[in-house]
């Protein structure tokens, strides 16, 4: 197949766009300034110069692919204007560029957090009404609704995956939110998910056929809590003694992953923390 890909360089991105080479797929990425991509174009990628907000500096190279996985969003660190920019007005942009040039597949990559903290009565479903509390899954939220609209309305050929706690293979990731995390119930529980599976599953929605408008929860099988967490990482010491006495929603931040079980026969290669520590896969 013939992949586009936004994000390349980032977390997820420079993970997932090996597989994708490895798997004997042509692969484009779009990046900003080329000199941070040599690597790729080292590796056989065709790697395009453009800006997400301006499709004309890149639609040409649209012309031929098959499906475009957008992963690429300004997680922290960010003003609301530019995140806005880069999560929302850039998605939009983006999908109108492959809807213009007929490209048949768009994969939005997406968070779990856009459910927020309300659901009380057991893991988020993708039907669930979404209440994120935060400007990053907040922008996420408005993104897949336009997308959303794009595809009622125009036919793109929407797949959303909403992505849990991404970790693994060398991902710094759970460290620079363990200081964030020390303030949370020690009992509270987080989905995660490797980024083995993370490239699993955006591979299933990118090559599954006729799953247009399917969004999917992308997790592991077995929910963690902080306090392994820190004890894994022998800063047990670092949780804040206060924080056990807070009240916390059990099901936050937990998803229900049968749809992308039953749908896409996905089966994660880590169902657990564990299993990748133990695989010598973090």
Not at 3 to 21: D, E, W
Not at 107 to 119: D, E, K, P, Q, R
């Amino acid at each position: 197949m013939n992949i586009f890909v936004t994000g390349a360089t980032g977390k997820v991105g420079s993970r997932f766009v090996p597989r994708l080479l490895q798997r004997g797929h042509n692969v484009s990425v779009l990046v900003r300034d080329a000199t941070k991509a040599g690597m790729l174009k080292q590796q056989g990628v065709n790697v395009i110069e453009g800006d997400l907000l301006q499709p004309e500096s890149f639609s040409s190279a649209l012309r031929g692919i098959d499906v475009v996985v957008h992963l690429a969003a300004q997680f922290r660190g960010v003003d609301e204007s530019t995140a806005r920019k880069s999560n929302i007005d850039a998605s939009i942009s983006l999908a109108e560029a492959a809807l213009k040039v007929h490209v048949p597949r768009f994969v939005f990559a997406s968070t779990n957090l856009v459910y927020g903290t309300g659901n009380t009565s057991g893991p988020s479903r993708e039907n669930d009404p979404l209440q994120p509390a935060h400007p990053y899954p907040q922008t996420k939220k408005i993104a897949e609704e336009a997308l959303r609209k794009l595809q009622r309305e125009k036919g793109l050929g929407l797949r959303i995956v909403r992505l849990a706690f991404v970790y693994g293979e060398g991902d710094p990731h759970i460290t620079e939110f363990l200081p964030m995390m020390s303030k949370w119930h020690p009992a509270k529980r987080l989905h995660m998910i490797h980024h083995a599976d993370v490239s699993q599953a955006l591979l299933l929605a990118a090559t599954s056929p006729s799953i247009d408008g399917g969004i999917y929860n992308v997790a592991d099988d077995s929910p963690i809590t902080v306090a392994e967490l820190f004890q894994l990482h022998h800063q047990s010491e670092r949780l804040e003694a206060e924080a056990a006495q807070q009240p916390f929603n059990p099901w936050d931040m937990i998803v229900n992953t049968t749809r992308i079980r039953d749908e896409l026969n996905y089966r994660p290669i880590y169902p657990s923390f564990y299993t990748a520590r133990d695989a010598g896969a973090l």
